[in-house]
């Protein structure tokens, strides 16, 4: 349940509010619901234990079955109240109850009844719940209803038909795109609100149609946009077309660049910002046209409002990642910033000034940066810490003063994020900056001494020996790093016992001590540790001379490992199993990182049909396909092959003819390679084709084909059939499979076939094209850090039911398998017993666009699964579609 005390400050325990649903239980508010079966109903008293069950629910308490039909049908008799705050408050407790569908039928009168109401009030919740709650049948018997009410003259009740639109539109496009008309009335309404979700929805509904979207921009900023929201939606929609054109090479011009410029004289500051960051954000967008936008943000930099002096600074602070001088005219505004009340404020203000300053300015920036440090949390400090790095690379004569500083803000309290951007920092400036490497070292070393993040004391034991032999004097790193073996865990404890090692191999005059530090690690309590001092021990002799050849020392410690640890992992696990009396090989495992499985095992007693033997990496193999394919003529045009899937079976095991196929994806095409294998000695087949019924894939248009001429016993050969589909669009769909072919009989003795054959056909499994062929598996080597540098500019949450499963482990393979990509650090696994779960997957969408996706699962009932779908991407139409794929999957 919910804590009872909400401190309003952490040092000041004499200060807490108590909440008012503390204390709450649901089995008290269960009892207290009985009110709603009184026959003198209490308005105020059913709306607040409404309250408390809506409070309940949000706060992921969860309802058994019974619970929540007995809640609902209690619910349902507070329909006979007249009262309308309680009414507003049961349409809120139906929508967030979700009935069954047996329960929806029962209220499904009274909201119809108040979708006909007088009361405008009725009449818009009403269109919100019923669409919320009901199936696309229902929402066919009231199709006439919700288009009336798009254009109803209260704005309110317009703009609950609009909004329940943009739902159904996830579940029932069909049917909301009968209502193109309508809609495009509702644009031209003068109501603000009504005007805004009209063109959220007309843009929604022809999403997918670059040419249509271009022409609803072409027309509505041509034409009178009146509400705010709606023209900033309009920017919006504006700078999609934009990024999807080009500029015009003869005249330079790029289209609509007017309309947006004309935006930053509107007297809506929401709109004024939305199309200055608009412009901002063009590619390869020049002074000239950077030069209006970065003046509105600069007025914007004084104003009262704190939202808006935010907005023009962080705004600022990208554009200073890429065109710094467009913004220094902006410093002296920014200066005023940095003792801003508002924390954020600060601190974009003394990044970007950082990112724009010159050398003069440095040393100034860095006594206002020490005044506010202490004051700002940490994902504040880091933001700070990566600009002084870029400061830092920038002018390297200033090293010492920034190095100064980030040894002094390392020695301070801060958790493992903070800590470790600073010692990335150093590390990065003792690379790039020579003279700072013996300062940088020397901080770094003082760092561990006190350092409570393991893995921060491994990378900066790991630096230093590869850094550290080659200083001045070496020898004085020796003490720190053997403080580490005294003082620190095993894992510490064996980092730094490799640093020794380094330091004895490339210095020759501190071998023997380091031998004699060595030695004493063999009687260490940690198995690693002892291995690691034995075997370092081994290379340098017992007098301290080299044993082996000191190249191959060096290679040992200093050489890099040449292939992903993922790929290693995988090899030894497979070696492991096998129980092979063959020495491990690491020149067998694939230096690519695997992607996507392109081989699958056979069924048994199955020849393997297709390239050939299987390849040594994944790339090899898409090259190998990509090879094979563009040297055929008729698909030579289709441009670069994005993915090819692993093989599909379509027969059975053991049968006369073994068939799989292999999906190539291209961006407007798809590629059915059809492997075959004659089994049966006694045939030969010639003119091999596969008949392939598109018939339940609308979106696709068969456009070639290539027979393979015959097919000998034991002989595999490849088939093809091209399909055509739209650009960009995820299409799907299933495919019927006949295998037609000419058999001709072959004598056993001779092996000649008769001249005559009888033609034949054999039935195949179906094919299936699904979304998860247009994501490409491509994982990521830190998920966060990832999808910070993404960004929130392309995101798009919402929240979904997932029915009833069998489990949380079968709901999270389910939506990995829906979407085909790639789990990141292990998060595909549920632990046991698990009844919420986060999954991060990582992939590259067709037209080579990056996407990261961060699920959270829970069980919201018995075995009632939800779900909330957080996509990032570097296209918002992107974002959306990966929506689609796991509305419509």
Known sequence: MSQPLVKKDDDRD???????????????????ARVFNDPQLDPRRCSQVITKLLYLLNQGETFTKVEATEVFFAVTKLFQSKDTGLRRMVYLMIKELSPSADEVIIVTSSLMKDMNSKTDMYRANAIRVLCRITDGTLLTQIERYLKQAIVDKNPVVASAALVSGVHILQTNPEIVKRWSNEVQEAVQSRAALVQFHALALLHQIRQNDRLAVSKLVTSMTRGTVRSPLAQCLLVRYTSQVIRESSLNTQTGDRPFYDYLEGCLRHKAEMVIFEAARAITELSGVTSRELTPAITVLQLFLSSSKPVLRFAAVRTLNKVAMTHPLAVTNCNIDMESLISDQNRSIATLAITTLLKTGNESSVDRLMKQITNFMSDIADEFKIVVVEAIRSLCLKFPLKYRSLMNFLSSILREEGGFEYKKAIVDSIVILIRDIPEAKESGLFHLCEFIEDCEFTYLSTQILHFLGNEGPKTSDPSKYIRYIYN??????????????????????????????????????LFDNDDEVRDRATLYLNMIGCDGSVSETDNDVKEFLFGSLDVPLVNLETNLRNYAQEASEEPFDIASVPKEVKSQPLAEKKAPGKKPAGLGAPPTGPTSAVDAYEKLLSSIPEFSSFGKLFKSSAPVELTEAETEYAVNAVKHIYDGHVVFQFNCTNTIPEQ??????????????????????????????????????????????????????????????????????????????????????????????????????????????????????????????????????????????????????????????????????????????????????????????????????????????
């Open 14 to 32: 004499d200060e807490a509010e108590y909440s008012p649903f503390a204390g709450i239980e649901k089995g008290a508010v269960l009892q207290e």
């Open 484 to 521: 580490r073996v005294i003082l620190e865990n095993a894992t510490v404890r064996a980092s730094a016992v490799s640093t020794l090692a380094k330091f004895g191999a490339l210095v020759d005059s501190l071998k023997p001590r380091i031998f004699v530090l060595l030695r004493r690690c």
């Open 684 to 889: 030969l087949l010639e003119n091999v084709t596969v008949f392939v019924d598109a018939s339940e894939a609308e979106d696709f248009s068969e456009v070639a084909s290539k027979p393979l001429k015959t097919l000998p016993y034991d002989s595999p050969g490849q088939t093809f059939v091209a399909f055509e589909k739209p650009e960009g669009v995820t299409a799907a769909g299933k495919f019927s499979n006949m295998l037609k072919f000419i058999v001709k009989e072959v004598d056993p003795s001779t092996g000649e076939a008769d001249e005559e054959g009888v033609e034949d056909e054999y039935q195949l499994e179906e094919l299936e094209v699904v979304a998860a062929d247009y994501m490409l598996k491509v994982g990521v080597s830190n998920f966060k850090n990832a999808w910070e540098s993404m960004g929130p500019d392309c995101e798009r949450i919402d929240e979904y039911g997932l029915g009833v499963r069998e489990s949380l482990p079968e709901a999270v393979s389910a939506v990995i398998n829906i979407l085909g990509m790639q789990p990141c650090e292990g998060t595909e696994s549920v632990p046991t017993n698990s009844r919420s779960h986060t999954c991060l997957l990582s992939g590259l969408f067709i037209g080579n666009v990056k996407v990261l996706v961060r699920l959270s699962f829970g069980i919201d009932g018995p075995k009632q699964v939800a779900m909330k779908l957080a996509v990032r991407s570097e296209d918002q139409a992107i974002s959306d579609a990966i929506h689609d794929i796991v509305a419509n999957g």
